[in-house]
């Protein structure tokens, strides 16, 4: 059985957020936004000529703020009858807004000035988090899931976050933010775990995706954004790009030295300039300073095993 794949847009700041509707016989909808973005969903279905109550799905990629910020308030709009997916490892960030606190906290911490953090992504996760709630199902690699005789296969692609999944749906991939290309609004890929990002982006290419589904408008090396809904040729030049992003910054962070200065992208300025980034890193969420500690910590772990 095939079904159809419907994208909803809703802005955030400078990031456009995407939410996809699968019109599958039990209907799923694949991340939430942010709150803000959940009240715009159900008119966006009315236009397709769906009900936002025949929603059965609420299915989570990763637990970000702008995935799963509007998930409570959309499960409220299904009257709670759709089951809320996530990965076993990222439900903290559904249960707790204070759980993207510390994320922020204990990733970009240590590069930027800590207390203005906490108090911003305090405040972001109260606004922009509809509700703490519990999931109704968490899901690891392997499981599928029953869209009234349509299957959901997950499959685990750790890197961005330590939980983030895709969910495979005849032919349809469906990745979260686990392909960035040279990055969304920032300018730059965002993943905690350099290692693992590669071997899931590997992982997305070996499904040979009909139509691979971008969590945001990611860019090519000339700055262009590719399509939210790419076709399988589109699939492949977004995962080559995210592969050759990764591989820019990895070598660009091998030869840098890490130094203390007045610089915003201290201690990683070296590694910014080679790689031409200009953006600012301190704009929250920040993925240089995300990224740069997860190669960082990688170095350390490295040195500790050799
Ligand atoms: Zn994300």
């Given at each position: 059985m095939s079904v159809e794949v419907h994208p909803i847009a809703a802005p955030w700041g400078r990031f456009a957020l995407y939410s996809f509707f699968v019109d599958a016989p039990e209907p799923a909808i694949v991340d939430t936004g942010v709150a803000a973005s959940a009240a715009g969903v159900p008119e966006?279905?009315?236009?397709?000529?769906?009900?936002?109550?025949?929603?059965?799905?609420?299915?989570?990629?990763?637990?970000?703020?702008?995935?799963?910020?509007?998930?409570?308030?959309?499960?409220?709009?299904?009257?709670?009858?759709?089951?809320?997916?996530?990965?076993?490892?990222?439900?903290?960030?559904?249960?707790?807004?204070?759980?993207?606190?510390?994320?922020?906290?204990?990733?970009?911490?240590?590069?930027?000035?800590?207390?203005?953090?906490?108090?911003?992504?305090?405040?972001?996760?109260?606004?922009?988090?509809?509700?703490e709630m519990e999931p109704s199902l968490v899901v690891e690699d392997g499981d599928v899931l029953d869209l009234g005789g349509v299957s959901a296969r997950v499959v685990s692609l750790?890197?961005?976050?330590?939980?983030?999944?895709?969910?495979?749906?005849?032919?349809?991939?469906?990745?979260?933010?686990?392909?960035?290309?040279?990055?969304?609004?920032?300018?730059?890929?965002?993943?905690?775990?350099?290692?693992a990002y590669r071997v899931s982006l590997e992982r997305i290419a070996a499904l040979e995706p009909d139509h691979l589904y971008l969590g945001h408008p990611y860019r090519r090396a000339d700055g262009t954004p590719f399509p939210v809904a790419l076709d399988a040729a589109g699939a492949r030049e977004a995962l080559a790009a995210s592969l050759e992003r990764e591989a820019e910054v990895r070598?660009?962070?091998?030869?840098?030295?890490a130094t203390r200065?007045?610089?915003?992208?201290?201690?990683?300025?070296?590694?910014?300039?080679e790689l031409g980034y200009t953006g600012d890193p301190t704009l929250e969420p920040?993925?240089?300073?995300?990224?740069?500690?997860?190669?960082?910590?990688?170095?350390?772990?490295?040195?500790?095993?050799?």
């Open positions: 966006a279905l009315e236009r397709l000529g769906r009900r936002i109550e025949d929603v059965r799905w609420i299915l989570l990629t990763h637990g970000h703020i702008d995935h799963v910020g509007g998930a409570h308030a959309l499960w409220e709009a299904t009257g709670r009858r759709a089951k809320v997916v996530v990965s076993a490892t990222d439900a903290h960030f559904l249960r707790s807004r204070r759980a993207h606190v510390d994320e922020a906290l204990a990733l970009r911490g240590p590069f930027v000035d800590a207390a203005a953090l906490e108090a911003a992504k305090s405040a972001e996760a109260l606004e922009a988090i509809s509700g750790p890197g961005h976050t330590r939980g983030a999944v895709a969910y495979v749906v005849d032919g349809h991939v469906f990745v979260g933010d686990a392909a960035q290309g040279y990055g969304a609004a920032s300018g730059f890929p965002g993943y905690e775990d350099p290692d070598a660009a962070v091998a030869d840098s030295v200065s007045d610089s915003p992208y201290s201690p990683f300025e070296s590694a910014a300039a920040s993925p240089f300073f995300t990224t740069m500690h997860g190669y960082a910590t990688r170095t350390r772990q490295g040195a500790t095993h050799d």
